[in-house]
C-alpha cells in the first residue's frame, strides 16, 4: 500500500507564500504522482495543479501565474509552491495519486493539509 501525507500548511497573510509537500511511502513501485487538489468550506474539490502526460503542469486558471508544483522522485515528494497568496486561497489542500492494487489501478488521497489566508 501507499500512504500520502501533506504537510506545510498554515496561516498567512495575503500576500505571503507557502510551500505544500507531499510525502509518498509504502509500495512506491506501483504509484503515480497526480497532483494536488483543494476543497474550501462549502464548496467541491476542485483541482489546482495535475501532472499531464509527460513533464506538463495543468494549473487551475485561477492559479496560474502564482502556484508552481514540481516533483522530487528522489525523495518520492511532490511540492506545491504558492506564492501570491489570496483570501479565496484558503482551503483544505490534498494531494492525490494513482496506485496499482491486485484489482487495477486506484485513487488514494492524502489527509490534506489546512491553509488560511488572512486579508
Known amino acids: 500500500q501507499v500512504q500520502l501525507v501533506e504537510s506545510g500548511g498554515g496561516l498567512v497573510q495575503s500576500g505571503g507564500s507557502l510551500r505544500l509537500s507531499c510525502a509518498a511511502s509504502?509500495?512506491?513501485?506501483?504509484?503515480?504522482?497526480l497532483g494536488w487538489y483543494r476543497q474550501g468550506a462549502g464548496k467541491q474539490r476542485e483541482s489546482v495543479a495535475s501532472?499531464?502526460?509527460?513533464?506538463?503542469?495543468k494549473y487551475a486558471d485561477s492559479v496560474k501565474g502564482r502556484f508552481t508544483m514540481s516533483r522530487d522522485n528522489t525523495n518520492n515528494t511532490v511540492y506545491l509552491q504558492m506564492n501570491s497568496l489570496k483570501p479565496e486561497d484558503t482551503a483544505v489542500y490534498y494531494c492525490k495519486g494513482l496506485t496499482a492494487t491486485p484489482g487495477g489501478l486506484a485513487s488514494i488521497w492524502g489527509s490534506g493539509t489546512q491553509v488560511t489566508v488572512s486579508s
Open positions: 501532472f499531464i502526460t509527460g513533464s506538463s503542469i
Open positions: 509504502g509500495r512506491i513501485d506501483s504509484f503515480s504522482p
